[in-house]
């Protein structure tokens, strides 16, 4: 009966953790909010839209926002500031904003494993896209439950 109790409850550690990454979205907003109130970064004005997307859903419990200088980072690293061997998506506006540079990458300063390039319109399919094999490889590197649903 209390393993029956027990498969109900939602685990401390994977509480924090969803906290932690929804915290990470909303640092990550209100880091864009600020640059697209000067005009000369305006072209970072659809990874804002992105993030405020995502951060909508329950995907952002299990992805982790971070950036560099410009560039949106996403992974699924259990804490802030990837360590060697933490996978992760880029997502970096090209020249005026008006095209995205998306990057699978195994690991910071490591091998590009995907990349594309798209336009605005295409940026949300696209990153989905990414996420998904991320998540299905941080499922078989056995980093989250296999049951795991990753929508």
């Not at 992105?50 to 200088?69: P, W």
Request: proline share 5%; with cysteine; net charge negative.
């Amino acid at each position: 009966m209390i393993l029956r109790q027990r498969a109900f409850v939602k685990p401390a550690q994977a509480d924090r953790r969803a906290d932690d990454n929804r915290e990470s979205w909303r640092r990550i907003i209100e880091f864009y909010e600020e640059m697209v109130q000067s005009p000369q970064w305006a072209f970072v004005e659809p990874l804002l839209a992105l993030a405020r997307q995502f951060a909508a859903t329950e995907r952002a419990e299990r992805f982790r926002a971070g950036q560099s200088v410009l560039t949106l980072m996403i992974s699924t690293a259990p804490r802030h500031g990837l360590r060697p061997g933490e996978p992760f998506v880029s997502v970096a506006a090209q020249g005026a904003g008006e095209e995205f540079k998306l990057q699978y990458w195994n690991e910071v300063g490591g091998r590009v494993l995907d990349a594309l390039v798209c336009h605005e319109d295409e940026l949300a399919g696209a990153v989905d896209a990414l996420l998904a094999r991320l998540w299905d490889d941080t499922v078989q590197r056995g980093q989250c439950p296999a049951g795991s649903r990753f929508w």
